[in-house]
């Protein structure tokens, strides 16, 4: 079988997960980028194309091997995989749903008109005015960002011009989106679908830093709240194949979609997902792309596929957490623990991912950019997993003089 994957720069996901998987399932897999020497020590073939462009990514295919399936876990080009995956006939995503969940401003109309939640929401083309009398507290983001980036909370109108005028600086020519600020306990819903059934496989309660940023800090496994709403909002937005990352507010109007990331969740918590579920999670969603359907259903997470007993109705059981490791200055790295994998001993799994090393310049962005490292850790309940987190922060700390 033939995979072609679409990517831009490299990532844990698709180097340490979806390339395994794709292997493990038999495929031999032609990565398609418009960066191909940042992926030359994958091990595979590796072919220079505009993935931006869907003709051109439909273009290299019909001149090379005949495809399997089509796939990316790239936030940015899922439209024009879905269109060349159509093309060609093979299962994939509806490209209308890609552009409805990356484009914020789309999400809020679709989920408006279809019923299902109403937030105020301004869309700030180039050269637009800023409105005003927006909704304050109100928070301004880019129409089609990720990672946090120039997402921020703004008080009043004097903030929100400037916030404006900033963005704008660092993004020319880019549309933004001014809406209300959505107050209270933030979660994730993490869905798979094969066309036929969405399974919910679980859920995480996200912990921000400080405001008026909005970086995620920490995750905790944990069953979502507010599943049927959330269930109602992808179908409405037409997701209902491969995998899906859903960030939510539960506020005291009652929940209120953040935003839709059609693809897997990202910065480790997938393969914590994959482990807490006991099942080969990668596989599961190429398998999808591949034609298969999803295996039985049922397990404490939700309803999707898993075999090992989840969290108990009091909150006992298994418990799982990713803690992101941010940079609090800007400075030099000076110390840096290594990476960590689980040994045999004692109750707690826990890893250690670095993503920068002894000697890097880091210069503060307020993003997700300012990780140092990833921890992530598996115990049999909170209690153990916290203390096990703590005793590695304190006696591995990053350092940045």
Request: hydrophobic letters at 40%; a negative charge; proline letters at 8%.
């Amino acid at each position: 079988m033939r995979l072609y994957l679409t990517a831009l720069k490299p990532t844990d996901s698709v180097t340490d997960g979806f390339l395994p998987a794709a292997r493990a399932l038999g495929c031999d897999v032609t990565i398609l980028t418009d960066r191909p020497e940042h992926h030359l020590d994958t091990g595979t073939e590796v072919l220079r194309c505009d993935v931006r462009d869907a003709r051109a990514v439909i273009d290299i295919i019909a001149h090379h091997h005949t495809p399997d399936a089509v796939f990316s876990n790239s936030d940015h080009i899922q439209a024009e995989t879905a269109l060349a995956a159509a093309y060609f006939g093979l299962p994939g995503k509806d490209w209308r749903a890609c552009v409805a969940t990356k484009n914020k401003a789309l999400t809020r109309r679709r989920l408006a008109a279809a019923g299902v939640e109403t937030v105020r929401s301004v869309r700030l083309a180039p050269g637009d005015p800023v409105p005003p009398d927006p909704p304050f507290p109100a928070v301004v983001k880019p129409r089609e960002g990720v990672a946090s980036e120039d997402v921020v909370l703004v008080g009043d109108a004097g903030e929100l011009a400037a916030a404006v005028r900033a963005i704008r600086g660092r993004r020319p020519g880019e549309t933004l989106v001014v809406e209300e600020y959505l107050d209270g306990p933030l979660h994730t819903m993490e869905t798979l679908g094969d066309g036929r059934s969405v399974q919910v496989l679980g859920g995480f309660r996200t912990t921000l830093g400080p405001l008026p940023h909005f970086v995620e800090e920490r995750l905790d496994w944990e069953p979502p709240p507010a599943r049927d709403h959330v269930l109602r909002a992808l179908e409405a937005l037409g997701v209902g194949f491969g995998a899906c990352h859903t960030e939510y507010v539960m506020t005291s109007a009652g929940p209120r979609i953040i935003e839709v990331n059609y693809r897997v969740i990202g910065d480790n918590c997938d393969f914590l997902v994959g482990s807490l579920l006991e099942v080969p999670l990668f596989e599961r969603i190429l398998g999808v792309h591949l034609g298969s359907e999803l295996p039985g259903r049922r397990h404490a997470g939700g309803d999707g596929p898993g075999t090992r007993p989840g969290r108990a109705p009091d909150g006992s059981g298994p418990h799982g957490t990713v803690l992101s490791l941010v940079a609090d200055r800007a400075g030099t790295v000076v110390g840096a623990p290594g990476s960590v994998v689980p040994g045999t001993d004692g109750p707690v799994r826990l890893w250690h991912r670095p993503l920068r090393a002894v000697g890097d310049r880091i210069e503060l962005t307020n993003t997700n950019r300012d990780y140092l490292g990833i921890v992530r850790a598996i115990g049999p309940d909170r209690a153990h997993v916290d203390a096990a987190v703590a005793a590695f922060t304190a006696e591995s700390p990053w350092v940045i003089a």
